[in-house]
T-cell receptor, first 113, second 115 residues
């Protein structure tokens, strides 16, 4: 069965600094997708970034980038130039085949002014 | 483009009572998901619809939870009877299709408290 693990319940970063959130997953499939979603306090969950497993190039979206290590089944999120608005719960998620969508337990990111 | 709508936003009920949640997905989205998010945890998929058919309800406690999606648009999730452990945020999400890789768009959620 597929699993998604986020081992950091909480992280803190100073404003304008860089932080990396970790995610590992387990799967026997070769074709799948990985995501990072952001859930701000009392606000809706939104997609931050997406990675296709068949692509070797790491995805980037402005200040957000991933380090995708397929062999190690690792998918970390790097946030550069952290801003106060980045404070949120971040969920790593896995999707494969036709149906399954699995979320990790989340990492709470605090941004210190 | 209007987002995913959910109602009510908050609900407080006593155990053994029943409750229903409503979701209206983004227009044109074939796939609709219901998640349960217990405080401090990630969302857990309860049921997934493709149009008006169920494609995954393996984690839905069918003795007390039920869901339907009439005409492949709006959906309702019902709990009857509720237990204390059902206290959670119930999230509805939709995506263009079921195929892996499509972004899910989430609603604001319904926070259920069972006393």
């Amino acid at each position: 069965a597929q699993t998604v693990t986020q081992s950091q319940p909480e992280m803190s970063v100073q404003e304008a600094e860089t932080v990396t959130l970790s995610c590992t997953y387990d799967t026997s499939e070769s074709d799948y997708y990985l995501f990072w979603y952001k859930q701000p306090p009392s606000r809706q969950m939104i997609l931050v970034i997406r990675q296709e497993a068949y692509k070797q190039q790491n995805a980037t979206e402005n200040r957000f980038s991933v380090n995708f290590q397929k062999a190690a089944k690792s998918f970390s999120l790097k946030i550069s130039d952290s801003q106060l608005g980045d404070a949120a719960m971040y969920f790593c998620a896995y999707s494969s085949g036709t149906y399954k969508y699995i979320f990790g337990t989340g990492t709470r990111l605090k941004v210190l002014a | 483009e209007a987002g995913v709508a959910q109602s009510p936003r908050y609900k407080i009920i006593e155990k053994r009572q029943s409750v229903a949640f409503w979701c209206n997905p983004i227009s044109g989205h074939a796939t609709l998901y219901w998640y349960q998010q217990i405080l401090g945890q990630g969302p857990k998929l309860l049921i997934q619809f493709q149009n008006n058919g169920v494609v995954d309800d393996s984690q839905l406690p069918k003795d007390r939870f039920s869901a339907e999606r009439l005409k492949g648009v709006d959906s309702t999730l019902k709990i009857q009877p509720a237990k204390l452990e059902d206290s959670a945020v119930y999230l509805c999400a939709s995506s263009f299709t079921t195929s892996g890789g499509y972004e899910q768009y989430f609603g604001p959620g319904t926070r259920l408290t069972v006393t």
